[in-house]
């Protein structure tokens, strides 16, 4: 069965404190994998897509890197305007669908 | 932007009445998507649509209906609505761009069952 576990559920960071966010996954063959920021009362915004084990992607604080079997949301001197939701979904090579996993709730402290 | 509006924003109905909602997209998009979110549960695919009148189901359909007669709408039919099913609904696209599919999310509709 496919399944998307993220973790921590929450986390807390001061400002300009690094970490990374957690997505491992189980899925028959993987066609992508995929991250996302959501804010409060909004949609999901499209943030990285990741193909291939070894595969890495950045954009300003964020930069995401994928395993076989996992994949992390590394988070670089992080600014309060980082806090969100961050939501991690794979679409299985067999298929059009995509699976998400519950999300991180990520706050920044000043 | 993709181009993905959905209507209406906000509805409370009362159970057992049916309720229709709609995703509009104005960039041709062949494949269209209803997730719902709840919490603890994540986002969760009702159905999806490959094309017109092309339409599948997905892990949470039973009490779901949809219809794509045109490409650029997708309508989500609770043919009558539980107190369950009380949740925020997103559409969504995916696309092809530069050889890796990206899905962009509509701004969502919540919507109370009472």
């Known amino acids: 069965e496919d399944q998307v576990t993220q973790s921590p559920e929450a986390l807390r960071l001061q400002e300009g404190e690094s970490s990374s966010l957690n997505c491992s996954y189980t899925?028959?063959?993987?066609?992508?994998l995929f991250w996302y920021r959501q804010d409060p009362g909004k949609g999901p915004d499209f943030l990285f897509t990741?193909?291939?084990a070894g595969e890495e992607k950045e954009k300003e604080r964020l930069k995401a890197t994928l395993t076989k079997k996992e994949s992390f949301l590394h988070i670089t001197a992080p600014k309060p305007e980082d806090s969100a939701t961050y939501l991690c979904?794979?679409?299985?090579?067999?298929?059009?669908?995509?699976?998400f996993g519950t999300g991180t709730s990520l706050t920044v402290i000043p | 932007d993709a181009g993905i509006t959905q209507s209406p924003r906000h509805k409370v109905t009362e159970t057992g009445t049916p309720v229709t909602l709609r995703c509009h997209q104005t960039?041709?998009?062949?494949?269209m998507y209803w997730y719902r979110q709840d919490p603890g549960h994540g986002l969760r695919l009702i159905h999806y649509?490959?094309?017109?009148?092309?339409?599948d189901k997905g892990e949470v359909s039973d009490g779901y209906s949809v219809s794509r007669s045109k490409t650029e709408d997708f309508l989500l039919t609770l043919e009558s609505a539980t107190s369950s099913q009380t949740s925020v609904y997103f559409c969504?696209?995916?696309?092809?761009?530069?050889?890796?599919?990206?899905?962009?999310f509509g701004p969502g509709t919540r919507l109370t069952v009472t």
């Open positions: 969504a696209i995916s696309e092809l761009a530069g050889g890796h599919y990206e899905q962009y």
């Open positions: 899925v028959s063959g993987l066609r992508g």
């Open positions: 990741l193909y291939s």
């Open positions: 979904a794979v679409q299985p090579n067999t298929g059009n669908q995509f699976y």
């Open positions: 960039e041709n998009h062949r494949y």
């Open positions: 649509s490959y094309g017109v009148k092309d339409t």
